[in-house]
């Protein structure tokens, strides 16, 4: 055949296998979002339509994948839980990472206009992914904790640093040195004190990020199987606490 | 700080740098092109629309990573060489590999309705990209020299099957039939004799297949440096041969 | 600095780190010690003097790595648990691997002597390493259930082998003939009537294999915490049954 | 087979393949050598006889592993370069680095009494061990010369700190603190000045290291054809500069 004796440099693809029974978590960040939402003049703290975009990206990538049990947006990034068993793409790294990230970005792209009629994409966003193993449910929570703790510390900042500019009158550089070393407490009370704000009554969109999982449609009240994949799920996107044992408690297909 | 005590999953993010000093290739493929192509009513054996679609979405991601100082696409797939000296991000895999492939697909999708300007998109495409080392210019030349062997075997191949089924009336399954066992000669000669087809006549594009190449406009005729990147460059899009030397001979800061 | 000019060298010294948070198993296996044993006249089919010095090199290891818990030989190979916080050499593997091979091969030479004292090394052996990453302890006790099941095979078939070609007078090719196709119920039915052995009444080391096991002097009582590294413990060896769950229900704090 | 139901975590050991087409450098380093050292007695600066005991395992090495085509030894370490071509256990990491590493030691104890008959070893010396890998000659080249500019610096440092000890009567606290801040030069003349040593007349197995080289012994004049592996080889053991060209250019076979 053609084209045989060049056929060799195959050999310098080396495999790139996952350790099977882990948890992968898949995480995209938005590439250059500063500009990108500036560009597009996002609303500021939050802009709920960006939002529900990547909301639907997301849910998007969890209809066509179905491994994936569990998503948590905020911001411009999102991460993905794949179940402990999941033999997608037989675990390859850069197939999983890399088809993921594309298919996501195409949805992003592809739904623009339904969330910013008016508003035509200006170029081409990108966002970058990467797969982090863990070995056991503990950590899988810890890192979903994790990511919903930022929210909240990201959040609180954004809101009140935007009610400084846009309702106090600040310039941006004032507005951060007047957030400099306060804490928590300190925040709450400056955004109700001078705004009017109760931090707790803002969107639990804005405060608790955006889970998608897939729940199950349990009309047999029989433990659920994955394996068998007979079970009717659902993807529902909830506004919640993903900290405490709650959520996880109700749904324990999601690290079993 | 809040979050600090779930931070420790960060740990888990492993480092994946690839091998410093040697040529990196980036591949990606259409994910599921043949159910799309189908979908998207794509003209057989070749559809040039769709094909200037991958060379403008091949070229903006050259125009964004000035790294890459060549491509090389056909059919749904598209290769890109990244110089041997290249420090994006810090050359991790993941990064770039998911980055690369993100941007891709989004000038993809961004693009479409310039050239398919009465068929829109029914669902979101994707692609899977992976990146492979090759350590010395001997096997990145051999590497283009086996996509072009295969772009040439597989356009002579389909250029003869869809005369037999769109000219010649026969089924898919004849066609196939009609083709096992022939070597390149034959069916040079099937093309020329029953549909009166030079292959060499052809256009270059379905044959060579699309070649991006970062040219330098040498205005001082002074030997380019890479690194001082001050060379004017430009981005040419060709048809030809990248077999053989005259290609690289011609441009020896590709392999440098 | 003279030299400076080559460190760049070291940049493709590339970071190798296991996942943290998941158990070690690090095993060796002689090289091509069919031919060492032979050379150096050991028994058939087990050597004790033989099986004694790989004990012995074992437990010189796990007197020097505090982190590895358990430790199991048979034959010419032997594997060792890692406990799955321990952040021996920061979790390296090249360094983990290539220093645990090397201490083993030391200690297997340097001791030689005692246990072959009229029977010197002819010549320098050597082990390959390798470290298997579990996630959890499932899969630990599985891993040692795996090799434990491994030696009763190859043992049975080995006692009855050479039971055949020494005492029964065969040539090793009729001997093998005549156990093509056995199950274990045969062989030890054909072990008791022509050789009056009962197999159950072998050398537990020879049908168990050795078991070094770091257990806890407890004389508080308390339940141990391995990272407070006071409980005094002690290495034992033993050749009891691991697969069922006795062994491991005694000791939780090797899966801890 | 028993032991099947556990054959599966065997799935854990993932693969490690080395990349194709590159030179590998596998290096060697003594494990708490400093406190061997002392406990036996070592001469200082240099002891003739532990340098000729490495370079007598690392002669087995090359015995043994007839792709290892030059080794290059400095105190307790020494890195041997694997050709190109290898495939040596299928170029798998750690496999290669293990087994190596594992040789090594194992000729290292086995050869320690023809080189100290009168110091038996205390304990078991042990070796770790890591691979790196270079993508082309000049890489391989600049790796040697980084170590032997080090053997340079570090001989140099050492020659007049313990002349400053032994024969100054200086503590060891005072040498380092006589030295601190001077540069070759000043070392130099600091030695020829209160000592009488010219430097560049000291042994050169202490100037230049150890350089274990596989020769070709050329009757018939051709250019020589490893993977014929026809031509007769011979191992020399040489203490010249392999900085510079000439040793390279009589040797065209090592880097190809």
Same mark, same amino acid.
């Given at each position: %055949? ?14 790139? =296998? ?7 978590? @898949?995480?995209?960040?938005?590439h250059s979002f500063h500009r990108f939402s500036t560009e597009h003049q996002f609303t500021k703290p939050n802009d709920v339509q960006a939002l529900m975009l ?7 990538? %969890?209809?066509?994948? *179905? ?17 402990k068993s999941t033999s997608l793409y037989n675990r390859r790294e850069s197939k999983i990472c890399s088809t993921l990230t594309s298919f996501f970005t195409s ?5 623009? *206009? ?12 990108? @966002?970058?992914?990467?797969? $982090? ?6 950590? $899988?929570?810890?890192? @979903? ?18 009610? #400084? ?17 306060t804490v928590s407490s300190q925040k709450h009370e400056m955004l109700f004190k001078s705004f009017g704000v109760n931090y707790n009554e803002i969107d639990a ?7 998608? $999982? ?9 433990? #659920? ?8 799920? *659902? ?16 749904? =324990?297909? #999601? #690290?079993?």
């Amino acid at each position: %055949m053609a084209g045989s004796k060049y056929a060799y440099v195959r050999n310098f693809e080396l495999p790139d =296998p996952l350790l099977p029974g882990t948890f992968l978590v @898949f995480r995209l960040d938005g590439h250059s979002f500063h500009r990108f939402s500036t560009e597009h003049q996002f609303t500021k703290p939050n802009d709920v339509q960006a939002l529900m975009l990547m909301d639907h990206a997301a849910r998007d990538v %969890m209809e066509e994948y *179905k491994d994936i049990v569990l998503a948590f947006g905020e911001s411009d990034e999102y991460s993905f839980l794949l179940r402990k068993s999941t033999s997608l793409y037989n675990r390859r790294e850069s197939k999983i990472c890399s088809t993921l990230t594309s298919f996501f970005t195409s949805c992003y792209v592809f739904h623009w *206009k339904e969330y910013f009629p008016d508003s035509p994409l200006l170029y081409p966003p990108s @966002f970058d992914g990467r797969i $982090v193993v863990y070995p056991s449910s503990r950590e $899988v929570r810890d890192y @979903f904790s994790w990511r919903q703790a930022d929210t909240h510390i990201n959040n609180l900042y954004n809101t009140i640093f935007w009610a #400084l500019v846009q309702q106090g009158g600040k310039t941006t550089t004032d507005a951060h040195a007047a957030l400099r070393g306060t804490v928590s407490s300190q925040k709450h009370e400056m955004l109700f004190k001078s705004f009017g704000v109760n931090y707790n009554e803002i969107d639990a969109r804005f405060r608790k990020g955006s889970i998608l $999982v897939r729940d199950i449609e349990d009309v047999s009240h029989k433990p #659920l199987k994955w394996k068998k994949n007979k079970a009717k799920t *659902k993807i529902n996107l909830l506004h919640c606490d993903i900290i405490k044992d709650e959520f996880w408690d109700a749904r =324990p297909h #999601l #690290l079993e």
